[in-house]
């Protein structure tokens, strides 16, 4: 296993850029894991890393070292200092074990016969946000997810970390035209909008496909994304409040439909 103490050595250089530069990450057409949950919801999808960077304390852990045995002989294994660990992970206490994977290409889109749903974000900036989007679309188990070239980089650290492995189970599309997406979408087309014409949420038939849509965390849908919506819904709230955050509202969204089928 090699050892980097420096941070002017190259790989760590690299690893950094992985982890701060969006624009290098697509580059390079890889991202940095942070933690051994995500280490191992990409080994059980067949994501082979490329590396695997660890701390001295992490090469001890069982769990750790259960999951070393599974990387492929390709994979190279470094060790950093507890330093230079620091500056790689987004959180105070990094848990010692990053991996740096290829960003997995995602299938050609066909709404051929469609039979499952699909959710398509516009604008969406945070990375927490974002993160537990695509979190909580797989637990509804929607399997695409389309994103505006507004939206934050799906892949990066941060967001991987916000998505807690969902990544791994769903075919991500990122910069794609909304608004020429769902012209060849065959059913409806559902967007959460505060609006005279919007629906009570639980009033709505959501046992067929639907092509959900959410906005960004201040503006929303655009006019034109949200024109292209064949229905409004409004989500039922308290009086005096105005708004859910776009992750809160998506996830009574995607679950009451899937309350809606399990009846």
């Known amino acids: 296993m090699k050892l980097i103490q420096s941070r002017d050595n190259p790989l760590f250089k690299h690893l950094r850029a992985l982890v701060e530069d969006a624009r290098y990450r697509r580059e390079q057409a890889a991202s940095l894991l942070d933690g051994d949950h995500l280490l191992r919801a990409a080994l059980d999808a067949g994501i082979a890393p490329r590396r695997v960077v660890l701390g001295a304390r992490a090469q001890t852990q069982e769990l750790v070292t259960a999951l070393l045995e599974r990387l492929p002989p390709s994979c190279e294994l470094l060790e950093l200092s507890d330093a230079l660990l620091r500056q790689l992970s987004p959180?105070?206490?990094?848990?010692?074990?990053?991996?740096?994977?290829?960003?997995?290409?995602?299938?050609?889109?066909?709404?051929?016969?469609?039979?499952?749903?699909?959710?398509?974000?516009?604008?969406?900036?945070?990375?927490?946000?974002?993160?537990?989007?695509?979190?909580?679309?797989?637990?509804?188990g929607i399997q695409q997810v389309f994103l505006s070239a507004q939206c934050a980089q799906a892949w990066s650290p941060?967001?991987?970390?916000?998505?807690?492995?969902?990544?791994?189970?769903?075919?991500?599309?990122?910069?794609?035209?909304?608004?020429?997406?769902?012209?060849?979408?065959?059913?409806?087309?559902?967007?959460?909008?505060?609006?005279?014409?919007?629906?009570?949420?639980f009033a709505i038939d959501l046992r067929p496909p639907v092509a959900w849509m959410f906005g960004s965390e201040g503006r929303g849908l655009s006019a034109g994304v949200l024109a292209c919506a064949t229905r409004l819904a409004q989500i039922p709230m308290a009086s005096g409040t105005e708004s859910l955050?776009?992750?809160?509202?998506?996830?009574?969204?995607?679950?009451?439909?899937?309350?809606?089928?399990?009846?």
Not at 164 to 173: E, K, N, S, T
Not at 174 to 195: C, F, M, N, R, S
Not at 245 to 263: G, H, Y
């Open 91 to 140: 959180v105070e206490t990094p848990s010692g074990v990053l991996a740096e994977i290829a960003l997995p290409v995602p299938a050609a889109v066909s709404f051929a016969g469609a039979t499952g749903d699909i959710l398509l974000l516009e604008g969406v900036q945070d990375a927490g946000n974002l993160g537990t989007l695509l979190r909580t679309a797989a637990a509804a």
């Open 158 to 201: 941060k967001v991987l970390r916000a998505g807690m492995g969902a990544h791994f189970v769903l075919q991500i599309h990122e910069h794609v035209a909304l608004d020429e997406l769902l012209a060849q979408w065959p059913g409806e087309i559902l967007a959460t909008a505060l609006d005279p014409r919007a629906e009570n949420l």
């Open 245 to 263: 955050n776009v992750a809160a509202a998506a996830a009574i969204c995607l679950f009451e439909q899937r309350r809606q089928r399990s009846q």
